[in-house]
């Protein structure tokens, strides 16, 4: 069965940092492409972040580019998302999701992250 | 690629079909040939499901009474006699173009 379990949300202020975990289970971790999508309370779906098997490719919308960086350890099968200088708008909840063939078929539970002073 | 959901909000009848609506402002074949379009479920207080990918694959565990249909850029989730368990959020998601985009979602609710 797969799994994606993600840690690491809470509330900061304004221009602080935050690191996301997901923790992998039930599939190859290091053959797939991984992704970052976010919602905001009460909205719809964003694509924040995307990884390659390897992590030699990433992509990050403009939205968050040069402030959040994805990145992976294929060895824990685990997926990464460092967040810096975060905005009121970054409060969301962040989904790890799989990708496979150009779709998005297994989603975590997703990690609440609240930018508030 | 903007994604197009109508209606937004739909209430149905228990037992009654529903039908919801995707439009792409760019056609989704893509150059192998394939239609990358994704129908997503969100249960209230869950993370998205996938029910669909390219276009009509179900995905395992998904009832039969969801279908997907379309072409290009006009796309179609039905559901045949709507359940009580199908309340929730559906959007569609298209992987064709880089980046993925999402449509608004439409609001399924019972009457």
Not at chain 1, 23 to 36: I, K, L, P, Q, T
Not at chain 1, 57 to 72: L, N, Q, Y
Not at chain 2, 40 to 62: A, C, E, H, T
């Amino acid at each position: 069965e797969v799994q994606l379990l993600e840690s690491g949300g809470g509330l900061v202020q304004p221009g602080g940092s935050l690191r996301l975990s997901c923790v992998a289970s039930g599939f190859m971790f290091n053959y797939y492409d991984m992704r970052w999508v976010r919602q905001a309370p009460g909205k719809g779906l964003e694509w924040v972040s995307g990884i390659s098997p390897s992590g030699d490719k990433t992509e990050h919308a403009d939205s968050v580019k040069g402030r959040f960086t994805i990145s992976r350890d294929n060895s824990k099968s685990t997926l990464y998302m460092q967040m810096n200088n975060l905005r009121v708008e970054d409060t969301a909840t962040y989904y790890c999701v799989k990708d496979h063939d150009f779709s998005l078929d297994y989603w975590g539970q997703g990690a609440l992250v609240i930018v508030s002073s | 690629v903007v994604m197009t959901q109508s209606p937004l909000s739909l209430p149905v009848t228990l037992g009654q079909p529903a039908s919801i609506s995707c439009r792409s402002s760019q056609g989704l074949v893509h150059t192998n040939g394939n239609i990358y379009l994704t129908w997503l479920q969100q249960r209230p207080g869950q993370s998205p499901r996938r029910l669909i990918y390219k276009v009509s694959n179900r995905d395992l565990g998904v009832p039969d009474r969801f279908s997907g249909s379309g072409s290009d850029t006009d796309f179609t989730l039905k559901i045949s006699r709507v359940e009580a368990e199908d309340v929730g959020v559906y959007y569609c998601m298209q992987g064709t173009h880089w980046p993925f985009t999402f449509g608004p979602g439409t609001k399924v609710e019972i009457k």
